[in-house]
């Protein structure tokens, strides 16, 4: 059982950098692969960034390599999502991911979680 809320959200212009916190509750937690999606109008829900706990390193999509950051807070029971030089194409509602253990982390890479947040909005302004 694992519960996500978002914050961070915001108004910025492009190039501007801001940072997305997702604070996760659940006795697990800390086995669990975690990621962040981003859902734009008009547009499919798409994988942004995952962390493993252990052994699967972090994983991006190609669209935010070298610009985005995705990092688990000491307790593993937060995790980040630095986003750095922000286009208007990432102008999204941003969504927190949790994967159940023993998953394998392709499945978020590939658009699927089994927990995700509320969502918070993100609008980059040209």
């Known amino acids: 059982q694992v519960q996500l809320v978002e914050s961070g959200g915001g108004l910025v212009q492009a190039g501007d950098s801001l940072r997305l916190s997702c604070a996760a509750s659940?006795?697990?937690?800390?086995?669990?692969?975690m990621g962040w999606f981003r859902q734009a109008p008009g547009k499919e829900r798409e994988f942004v960034a995952a962390?493993?706990?252990?052994?699967?390193?972090?994983f991006y999509a190609d669209s935010v390599k070298g610009r985005f950051t995705i990092s688990r807070g000491n307790a593993k029971n937060t995790v980040y999502l630095q986003m750095n030089s922000l286009k208007p194409e990432d102008t999204a509602v941003y969504y927190c991911?949790?994967?159940?253990?023993?998953?394998?982390?392709?499945?978020?890479?590939?658009?699927?979680?089994?927990?995700w947040g509320q969502g918070t909005q993100v609008t980059v302004s040209s």
């Open positions: 962390v493993s706990w252990s052994g699967g390193g972090t």
């Open positions: 991911a949790a994967l159940t253990p023993g998953r394998q982390v392709v499945l978020m890479t590939s658009g699927s979680s089994d927990y």
């Open positions: 659940g006795r697990t937690f800390s086995s669990y692969t």
